[in-house]
């Protein structure tokens, strides 16, 4: 017998049960005139359970991302005469990427300390000579300007000669040094990319259903797809949604002490956001009613059935959780599909172990 002959059959089976189904239920719903000893009355198996705290969840796709990135560019032009660390190499802060030639600018900062020197000479004796009498206040604010002006030029010469080395900012990864010896940099040319590892984000895309309920600072559980399990802070939560989703990107920061979390990674974000009181229970145990509502069949000490529309909340894989029961509840386990809401029913007590 085929894959496809089995099928067949075994849908043709559903669909009769559920036309019988609907034939027990529209029998005993219509008015009858059988006396009690005409009716037989139907067993089902039942168990009580009752309500656990349950912690509800918001799960986002998310990815990894570094916390900093910053391309390194010259600031001045000039020649590349050093690369003192290769693509993939860690680095200090201030520790020097890229260095380019000093050509002359030694020279001009030589040139500009000396006339510093200068000027200071000539402001210190023109305020001695004006204590005396023979320089005026106008001459002794020339030679001050000059000084000041001779100090501006010395700084800029040490600058322009500091900017030759290009420093990383921060502690981090040399991404990509796209720079080599003897390339030339403009001004703002690229010499290397660096990024920052420890702490790293994880970042996704929450719906406007579920973004109410997250806040910053908020605890969240990180899973990555090599079975990793981080736990981290929500640092932040976008106010205006993406325009073409319709989602608000949140980013969670996790500890990389040990640098093992690289870009792009897919990752799963767990964020509890509330308990409630709850139910686990068997998906089996699950019903619907004349209305197509999902829900489950308790039966009262009186032996009469009640139909609970439920929520589900979670599917741990054995067993769901439920919102929607009594806290205590005496949930039928056996024959729920063959009884209606109002029917009165023997009950026999399930002792299974296991979900009910």
């Known amino acids: 017998m085929t894959k496809s002959t089995k099928l067949a059959l075994g849908i043709l089976a559903l669909l009769v049960l559920w036309v019988l189904s609907g034939v027990l239920f529209s029998e005993r719903e219509a008015p009858v005139a059988a006396t009690a000893s005409e009716t037989k009355t139907f067993t089902v198996r039942a168990r009580d359970i009752v309500a656990e705290p349950f912690t509800q969840h918001v799960l986002i796709r998310g990815r990894t991302e570094a916390i ?34 000093a050509d002359d600018r030694k020279a001009r900062l030589e040139e500009a300390k000396a006339l510093r020197e200068q000027r200071r000479l000539e402001y210190d004796a023109a305020r001695e000579l004006a204590k005396k009498g023979h320089r005026s206040a106008v001459q002794v604010a020339q030679a001050k300007a000059l000084y000041e002006a001779a100090e501006a030029q010395a700084e800029q010469a040490r600058l322009a ?27 703002g040319g690229l010499c290397a990319r660096l990024i920052d590892e420890d702490p790293f984000l994880v970042v996704g895309e929450v719906g406007e259903n579920e973004v109410g309920a997250l806040v910053p600072d908020a605890e ?99 067993a769901i959780w439920v919102s929607g029961l009594p806290r205590r509840a005496h949930v039928i386990t056996v024959g729920q599909e063959f009884v209606a ?16």
């Open 161 to 187: 000669l500091e900017k030759t080395a290009i420093r990383a900012p921060f502690a981090g990864r040399i991404e990509d040094r796209p720079a080599d010896i003897g390339d030339y940099l403009q001004k």
């Open 220 to 318: 969240a559980i990180v899973r990555l797809t090599t079975g990793s399990e981080l736990k981290g802070h929500i640092r932040y939560i976008a106010a205006t949604a993406t325009e073409r989703t319709r989602t608000f990107r949140i980013e969670v920061t996790v500890a990389n002490p040990d640098r093992v979390l690289r870009e792009g990674l897919s990752a799963d974000i767990e964020v509890p956001v509330k308990t409630v009181e709850a139910h686990r229970i068997s998906p089996a145990l699950l019903v619907l009613d004349d209305e197509g509502r999902v829900g489950v069949r308790t039966v009262d000490e009186k032996g009469r059935v009640a139909f609970h529309t439920v929520h589900i909340l979670s599917d741990d894989g054995d």
């Open 68 to 101: 900093r990135a910053v391309d390194l560019k010259a600031e001045i032009e000039g020649q590349v005469e050093a690369t003192p660390v290769e693509k993939g190499a860690r680095v200090d802060a201030g520790a020097v990427v890229c260095r380019l030639a």
């Open 341 to 356: 809401a109002g029917q009165t029913v023997e009950v026999a007590e399930d002792s299974a172990g296991g979900p009910a």
